[in-house]
């Protein structure tokens, strides 16, 4: 009911269907229960012309409605095995949803009878199929839909065919011809995840062409098909598509460099932020030039409250946008107003648009093709790139290119390297071959609406919120790279890109999913999240507190109303075997550090410490301290000190050639500079010269930093190391880009041009070591204290309410501190052989 009143709300009815009268039947069919559908079918012919399409539309799902389970026997004389049932009948069933059914399907349908014909019938058998679902059916073999029974009638012009075709994870690799059939020519949705053979050869490399292929296609996921970039990128080549889910893919930078290039050629115009400068401050471009690594270079022009998000009209929407049509032409890209829910790519909700389902009738094909969801788009809009080696500066640069176009983003382990993953680029020399670095740091402003204006959905790698890499050393356990990666990369991460994502940055955002946390802390995480829930009840509160005039005035955002967090799995089955740390004082460096490969020297070099950090080495303790509520803590000293001396990095390759970047050499007599001049040439063939600013010009090479230095000036340190690192490793003076807010805000001078690679090796530890068994087993659950501190708010929030009244307690009103939106908590569990995992709440 919920979904047909939406409908019409899209898509308003005809004159004629609006004028002319309804029977009483139609009012109150959709309040009659399921299982009275089949008996009121049998009252009259008038009674069946209502109720017959509501019982068939979705014929299996209204099984499990009525309760019918495999073993009992009266569900199959309920379906009557479809096949057998009337022309009539038959013409009326819109969905063959086979997904959860746990017996053999074609012997369900078909009765036994020649099962090798089971899906060649489908077409003849049931015209008006629009949505077919085989998730899962290990014995089907989706193959023989693309040769039906009777081909002649694919041609007909009433015949319109299915619109969502759903297979994931069946076992039948498809044809080369596959996606060729007339049968399947109509298909919007199409998901073939996790199925055997090469979609490139089936999809892409079709005879006909991709532009001949599935020409209504507008949702496609292909998950783990081993697609690579070129192949990936053919697939963008479908202009129609605004969902598209590339996720467990071998997808590297070079996609995100071919798509860059495709939207700068396109030349695709984008709307100015001038109109909304004020609260979010606007884009500026102060010279036409760029590079490979980050794109045309740009700055965030800030307003007077736009850079602390205190405007306070923050949290008002837009103005209506009115558009008119373009007779078929691509609409161009319009903001949305902060209050209009984007449209939703699930399977379920396709499903539940073209067919409604089961209790309603259905909607006509020219209705249902007048939708959003059916129609063409300007762009992507929503793009899934979980678990890829896409690399967190790509990924922004993509973000910034399309500059708006966004709506839903994932991407769970971005890698945290600075350039491009392709041939003849490689990573900085400081993060070890054995390992990988993933994370999203600094580049949290990315995603203020000044940038990602419509961005409303975002699946993101922790560190967005917590500042917190994740450390993956292949020669560790995993409970030793969450304590190296705490201990040793957060204090520096802190330091280096102070700004994480905070609910005010981007009030359009209604939904936050923070992928791959750690399921155990030493403390700081457990604090980070904690706080990240309580700025979430600030802003609830602050909304709530809004004044909006009650009659035509603007309407309010919603805010950020769900939060899912995603732990990794159970690691303290690592201590089992975990060596004591009197033997590993027995064990060479080698044994026991994966920084064995670095080639430095330990030449005089600084510390670097963030001024939260004590000096004393990480708390061992078994239970976490009390907080406000009683529920979780802050445990500061998980960090110990890093007070060894910083291994310099070790040369890196020299950009890459499209960068087109010349460096004028340091005058070597010079100890105080600033500003080293840059020449490039952007892509119009335009050169330019930037300044690019090299710090504070008062290191020197063997000027220690003290440790009064270290804790009361926390930015000065971050700028002397960057001032030190490009004076002593010029191989570091790569990859130009525009400073952002996250960089201002360390010390850089507002409106600079900075090296990314020398601010990056910023955040290269110092000598690290192994943690003892005691350091790792006073590690916290940050599961079991996120669910003790909501318990703890709901509570406090309750009783404020028994003594306040319900009217007396404002939302996220301390001392509760209670956020009231939706928040999940789900553990990634990965089964023998699924290296992906799944999620359980």
Known sequence: MQMQMQLQMEHPPSYQDAIRRLDWLEIVAPYVSARELARLCRVSKRFYHQFAPRLWNDALPLARQLGLQRDDGHEWS????????????????????????????QDFFFGGKDRSRSLRRLSSTFPNLRCILLDDNQKIDVAQLASPEEPGSLAAPTFQGPMLLSMARCRTELPKNFFESLYLKHIIYLDVSDMPGALGLVLVQSPTGPQLTLPDL????????????????????????????????????????????????????????????????????????????????????????????????????????????????PRPFARL??????????????????????????????????????????????????????????????????????????????????????????????????????????????????????????????????????????????LENLWLAETFLLPRAELAYPQSFVPDMNPRLRSLTLARIPRYSTGRLISKLVRFLKLAAAQEQAIQETAVSARRGPTKLLGLRHIRLEFEP??????????????????SPTE?????????????????????????????AKQL???VNGACAN????????????????????????????????????????YLPCVGTWKNGTQFTVPVWTGSGTTTDSAPISRQQQTQHPKSVVVDEYTRLLRKHPALRTNVQPASPCHVAAGVPPGSYIFAAAWEAVLAPPDMRHPTREELEGMHDVVAAIKAYRAGTRRAYEMAQKLKGVSGVKLGEPPHSHWTGRLE????????????GKLWQ
């Open 570 to 587: 159970e690691t303290r089955e690592g201590l089992t075997n975990y060596t004591d740390a009197a033997s590993l004082l027995e064990m």
């Open 78 to 105: 309920v379906l009557e095995h479809l096949d057998g049932l009337r022309a009539a009948t038959r013409l009326l069933i819109a969905t063959l949803d086979l997904r959860g059914f746990g017996m053999d399907v």
């Open 825 to 836: 908590v789900s553990m990634r569990v990965v089964e023998e052989g699924d290296l992906s």
């Open 337 to 478: 107003d902060g209050r209009v829910k984007i449209k939703d790519d699930s399977a379920d909700s396709i499903k539940t648009i073209l067919s409604v389902g089961w209790g309603c009738t259905i909607p006509s094909v020219d209705d249902v093709r007048a939708l959003d969801v059916c129609r063409h788009e300007a762009g992507i809009t929503h793009l899934y790139l979980n678990q890829t080696n896409v690399s967190a500066s790509a990924l922004a640069r993509l973000v910034r290119t399309l500059s708006g176009q966004l709506e839903r983003l994932e991407c769970d382990s971005p890698l945290l390297v600075s350039g491009n993953l392709r041939e003849g680029f490689l990573p900085p020399r400081w993060i070890p071959r054995t390992a990988r670095l993933s994370g999203i740091l600094g580049l949290a402003h990315t995603f203020r609406p000044v940038i990602s204006s419509n961005l409303q959905v975002l699946r993101m790698h922790h560190s967005l919120v917590t500042q917190l890499p994740s450390l993956e050393a292949t020669n560790l356990s995993t």
């Open 218 to 329: 507008r949702i496609l996921k292909t998950q783990n098909r081993e697609l690579g970039d070129l192949t990936a990128f053919q697939l963008l080549g479908r202009k129609q598509l605004w969902s598209l889910d590339l996720s467990r893919n071998r997808i590297t930078d070079r996609l995100i460099d071919l798509m860059c290039e495709m939207l700068f050629d396109a030349g695709i115009p984008r709307p100015s932020s001038e109109t909304h400068f004020d609260v979010e401050g606007a884009l500026s471009y102060p010279l036409e030039g760029g590079n490979g690594f980050y794109g045309r270079f740009g700055f965030i022009k800030e307003s007077e409250w736009s850079a602390t998000f205190s405007h306070p009209e923050r949290y008002i929407a837009d103005a209506p946008l009115y558009l008119q049509d373009y007779y078929g032409i």
């Open 625 to 627: 301290p009390d907080d």
């Open 635 to 674: 445990n500061n000293a998980s960090a110990s000190a890093s007070r060894r001396a910083l291994s310099p990095p070790s040369p890196a390759p020299p950009p890459h050639e499209s960068d087109s970047v010349r460096l004028e050499p340091f005058p070597p007599t010079e100890t105080r500079y600033t």
């Open 592 to 620: 026991f550090s994966f920084y064995s490969d670095w080639k430095s020297s330990p030449a005089s070099t600084p510390t670097l410490t963030p001024s939260t950090t004590g000096n004393a080495p990480p708390a061992s």
